[in-house]
């Protein structure tokens, strides 16, 4: 396994365990319920619900910076404002929780993995 590979799979779960954690800390340590609004109903939000999200984001990002990396040259830039970009827009969703604890809890969750996916998965230039 190559040393980016190792370190973007750990970014992943990275993101991944952070959100539940978070998840657990606020639902179950604090017993905030999560719900969120789906057009007309409202819909509680699983610990399940979280992680697939937070493993979807994390590989949707991992796939789109390979892409990038493979016909660009300014691969980092223009994937970092892609996913800044993302980010801010997934916190318009966010807003959609059932209460402040929901909202505050889902704003958390957003900023966390995306903060993680955009400092982590690039990773630094390393010079050689």
Same mark, same amino acid.
């Given at each position: 396994?190559?040393?980016?590979?190792?370190?973007?799979?750990?970014?992943?779960?990275?993101?991944?365990?952070?959100?539940v954690a978070?998840?657990?800390?606020?639902?179950?340590?604090?017993?905030?319920?999560? *719900?969120?609004?789906?057009?007309?109903? &409202?819909?509680?939000?699983?610990? &399940?619900?979280? *992680?697939?999200?937070? *493993?979807?984001?994390a590989l949707?990002?991992?796939?789109?910076?390979?892409?990038?990396?493979?016909?660009?040259?300014?691969?980092?830039?223009?994937?970092?404002?892609?996913?800044?970009?993302?980010?801010?827009?997934?916190?318009?969703?966010?807003?959609?929780?059932?209460? *402040?604890?929901?909202?505050?809890?889902?704003?958390?969750?957003?900023?966390?993995?995306?903060?993680?996916?955009?400092?982590?998965?690039?990773?630094?230039?390393?010079?050689?």
């Amino acid at each position: 396994m190559t040393r980016i590979l190792v370190r973007r799979s750990a970014v992943t779960v990275g993101a991944v365990v952070l959100a539940v954690a978070e998840y657990a800390t606020v639902r179950w340590g604090a017993g905030i319920d999560l *719900a969120a609004r789906t057009g007309a109903s &409202t819909r509680a939000v699983s610990v &399940t619900a979280v *992680a697939v999200a937070a *493993a979807l984001a994390a590989l949707a990002g991992w796939g789109l910076l390979a892409l990038l990396e493979r016909v660009t040259t300014r691969a980092r830039a223009l994937w970092t404002t892609i996913a800044v970009v993302v980010l801010l827009i997934s916190l318009v969703g966010a807003l959609g929780g059932v209460g *402040a604890g929901a909202v505050a809890t889902f704003v958390l969750l957003h900023l966390t993995v995306g903060v993680v996916l955009i400092v982590g998965l690039p990773g630094r230039e390393v010079a050689r």
